[in-house]
T-cell receptor, first 113, second 115 residues
């Protein structure tokens, strides 16, 4: 069965420092991979996706993610964190066979001023 | 263009009652997904409808059910409510199944509280 793991419940980063939010996945075949962000009392917003092609994917608000097939990982990154990046981040995988979309448990990102 | 809309925003029920939540997808989207976001559990997949039919469901008991209408709006019904059903219920839509690469567009959610 497909699954997504976000090993860190919370990540703290100082403003201006690079950030990484980790995600690993398990799915048969080639997956579609996604990152979403959730601000307090809001729905989720799409950040970026990997479908095929370059392993480094660029998305909204300066975020990027690196797909690593051998490590089955899709970590979210940003070179310089902003306080406004503080939010809950979800990694998701879509199994191309049944189109089911599974989310990780989320990682709360705190950017410290 | 209007986004995904959900109603009601908040709903308070007592144990044993039934709750009905509604979702209107973005115009032109035919797929609707329902997720439960309970505290500390992330997003749990509930149901997926596409073009009026249930395509897949998650590991939830049968008292969680729903349907999709001809205009692609959807309804989630939860019967015999239990305290642990208290959560934020998120609806998301996406374009026609075979022509999209999968990102979802979410509504703001319906917060269900069971007393």
């Amino acid at each position: 069965a497909q699954s997504v793991a976000q090993p860190e419940d919370q990540v703290n980063v100082a403003e201006g420092n690079p950030l990484t939010v980790k995600c690993t996945y398990s799915v048969s075949g080639n997956p579609y991979l996604f990152w979403y962000v959730q601000y307090p009392n809001r729905g989720l917003q799409f950040l970026l996706k990997y479908i095929t092609g370059d392993n480094l994917v660029k998305g909204s608000y300066g975020f990027e993610a690196e797909f690593n097939k051998s490590q089955t990982s899709f970590h979210l990154k940003k070179p310089s964190a902003l306080v406004s990046d503080s939010a809950l981040y979800f990694c998701a995988v879509r199994d191309r066979r049944d189109d089911k979309i599974i989310f990780g448990k989320g990682t709360r990102l705190h950017i410290l001023p | 263009e209007a986004g995904v809309t959900q109603s009601p925003t908040h709903l308070i029920k007592t144990r044993g009652q039934q709750a009905t939540l509604r979702c209107s997808p973005i115009s032109g989207h035919t797929s609707v997904y329902w997720y439960q976001q309970a505290l500390g559990l992330g997003l749990q997949f509930l149901l997926w409808y596409d073009e009026g039919e249930e395509r897949n469901r998650g590991n939830f008991p049968p008292r969680f059910s729903g349907r999709q209408f001809p205009n692609y709006s959807s309804e989630l019904n939860v019967n015999a409510l239990e305290l642990e059903d208290s959560a934020l219920y998120l609806c998301a839509s996406s374009p026609r199944r075979h022509s999209n690469t999968g990102e979802l567009f979410f509504g703001e959610g319906s917060r269900l509280t069971v007393l």
